[in-house]
Each structure stands twice: as structure tokens, then as C-alpha cells.
């Protein structure tokens, strides 16, 4: 006589497979119809920063690294972008070549930092974003980031729709978004991922089986670095504006704090914390210096009580509650003599 105990199900979206995606991109397609234009714009520019902040995300999961250049490579997407728009560069080009430009920059950042271990490439990262901000503001790079007031940019078009207004720029953010977590779902499933898992679990036996450590380092770090730039790209073209200051480093550690507070282990872990840091504070109309100590409440908060994110949390509820329903009558399986 056998029984057969049934498992508790999975958090729904949580999980972070097809169908979480799948579910995400129902949900983001038909939110604008139930919003106000305030908040299409509002969750517009949250896709943008959820891209960094999943960028941030993957390489936090994946190895451990903490990424904290993130927001100097947003600053890089951002102004190239402008750069672009202003050359006469057609709108459809721009994105896919800040998306190129962010894999070139976090290959030769990867290729520089590839003999650091997890704390100085932390540093190394955040003194990047410092010195980045500090040319921009008045240094060497003043005259291509318009110093401390910044530069307007240019209105981008995509198939004669203004993607910086309304219901073209919700959904190129959130097609942008989908794209970057598929993008991002593929990579954990391929050999690139196994290969990544192995190296997480003991990087010296993952090298003596034939795993190039450090050239999954610097892809992983290309990666998202990528998904920096294409963020700061969009941010720039919703908000028709950048500025140095706008990419300092306090934005590395609101991307950091997004990753960790929706859980950087699931697929919408960053988006879950950037609606939270992010969206509901701009909603609220919550002043700057009060976003700023939310961001260390809350990551304070979630550290302390649930270590691995509010989803990690929520999916051990969910199966704790599984757990105590009624389930149904075990079958018996009777053997015949």
C-alpha cells in the first residue's frame, strides 16, 4: 500500500519561469486601461530603472557580486542615447546601440576586474559611479553632459509615435522589460547559467571541470552592465532630461536595495522592489531627501525579516498555508497476489 503526498504549489509569478512571464506581460499590457495618465507615466519610468535594477539583480543571484558601478553605466546609457538623437541617429538604432555599448563597457569593466574578489570589485564599481559623476558635474566630461544643469533630450520617434508621451512610452518600457526578462530567464537555463550555478556552488571545482571562471565573470558582468545602459536610455528619453547628479551613487544603492527588497533570486524580484522604492514614493509625491530614507527603512526592514526578499517571503506563506488546507484522501493501490 502506497500514499502519495502532494507537494505545495509554487507562489504564482514568483517563480520565475515562462509562465511568470507570461503573466507579467498580460498584466503590463492591459494595466493602462485601468490608470490615469499620471500613473502610466509613473510605471513608465519604473520599467526603465527595473531594468537597471534587474541588471543589478542577476549578478547579486548568480556569483554574488555586488554591482555598484550600475548607476555610472546608467549615466552612460543615458547620454549616449542623447548623443545619438542629437546625430540624427533614427530612434529604432539608439536603444539596440546603447544595449551594445553597455555589453562593450561591462566586458572591458569585467576584463579589468576579473582578478578582484567580491569586495574590492564592489569599490572598484562604486568609485567608478563617483569619479563618472564627479567629470560630469565639472570635469572632463562637462561639455558632453552639460555639467550640473544637464542635458534636454531630444524627442525620439518610433513608427510616428513621440515614445517620450502617453501610451507609446508605457509600452516601449514595457516591451523593453519583458524583452530583458526573457533575455535574462534564457541565459539562467542555458549552458551559460549551469555553468554560472556551478561556479556559485565551488569556483575551484568548477574550473578543474573545464568552467572559464572569469570569462563567466565578465559575461555576467556585461550583462548588466547592458541592462544599465538600456535603462538609463529609456530614463533619459521619458523624462526628456539627464543631469550627472541624477546617476550618483545613492541611485547605485536605490538599484542594490530594489534587487534585494523584491528578492534577486526571482524573475520579478527586481520589479517588485522598484514598485515599492520607486513608484509608490513618486505616487505619494514623497519629497527626494524622504525616498532616500524609505530605501533604508525598508531594506533595513526586509534584511532583517526576510533575508531573501518579500517574494521569498510570500512563497514560504503561500506554502505554509498549502500546507494546512484540507488536502484530498491519499489513494491506496492495492497489490494483487
Given at each position: 500500500m502506497r500514499s502519495s503526498m502532494p507537494q505545495s504549489p509554487p507562489l504564482p509569478l514568483a517563480c520565475g519561469g515562462f509562465e511568470s512571464l507570461a503573466g507579467c506581460a498580460a498584466l503590463v499590457l492591459l494595466a493602462p486601461l485601468l490608470l490615469s495618465e499620471y500613473q502610466v507615466y509613473a510605471l513608465a519610468v519604473t520599467f526603465a530603472y527595473a531594468i537597471a535594477a534587474l541588471g543589478t539583480g542577476i549578478a547579486y543571484s548568480s556569483l554574488g557580486i555586488l554591482a555598484l558601478g550600475q548607476s555610472g553605466f546608467m549615466a552612460i546609457g543615458a547620454f549616449a542615447?542623447?548623443?545619438l538623437l542629437e546625430a540624427k541617429v533614427p530612434f529604432i538604432a539608439v536603444l539596440p546601440l546603447c544595449l551594445l555599448l553597455g555589453l562593450a563597457c561591462g566586458a572591458a569593466f569585467g576584463l579589468l576586474a576579473s582578478r578582484l574578489t567580491q569586495f574590492p570589485l564592489a569599490v572598484v564599481g562604486f568609485a567608478f559611479a563617483f569619479l563618472l559623476m564627479d567629470l560630469g558635474t565639472g570635469g572632463l566630461l562637462k561639455?558632453?553632459?552639460g555639467g550640473e544643469a544637464g542635458r534636454t533630450a531630444p524627442v525620439g520617434t518610433l513608427f510616428a509615435a513621440d515614445v517620450s508621451q502617453g501610451l507609446p512610452m508605457y509600452y516601449l518600457g514595457a516591451i523593453a522589460l519583458v524583452l530583458c526578462l526573457l533575455l535574462a530567464l534564457l541565459a539562467q537555463r542555458s549552458s551559460f547559467g549551469r555553468a554560472l550555478l556551478s561556479i556559485?556552488?565551488?569556483?575551484?571545482?568548477?574550473?578543474?571541470c573545464g568552467v572559464h571562471v572569469s570569462g563567466c565573470k565578465t559575461a555576467l558582468l556585461a550583462l548588466a552592465t547592458a541592462f544599465?545602459?538600456?535603462?538609463g536610455a529609456l530614463v533619459a528619453q521619458f523624462t526628456n532630461f539627464a543631469s550627472p547628479g541624477q546617476f550618483g551613487p545613492g541611485l547605485t544603492v536605490s538599484l542594490l536595495a530594489m534587487a534585494l527588497v523584491g528578492g534577486s533570486r526571482f524573475l520579478l524580484g527586481p520589479l517588485v522592489g522598484t514598485l515599492i522604492l520607486d513608484t509608490l514614493p513618486y505616487l505619494v509625491k514623497m519629497r527626494a531627501d524622504d525616498r532616500q530614507v524609505l530605501v533604508g527603512v525598508v531594506l533595513l526592514a526586509v534584511l532583517v525579516l526576510a533575508?531573501?526578499?518579500?517574494l521569498a517571503w510570500l512563497q514560504s506563506g503561500w506554502r505554509a498555508l498549502a500546507r494546512r488546507l484540507p488536502r484530498p484522501a491519499a489513494k491506496h493501490e492495492e497489490r494483487t497476489p
Open positions: 542615447s542623447i548623443l561639455r558632453l553632459t556559485k556552488r565551488d569556483e575551484m571545482l568548477a574550473a578543474s544599465a545602459t538600456l535603462g533575508p531573501d526578499g518579500l
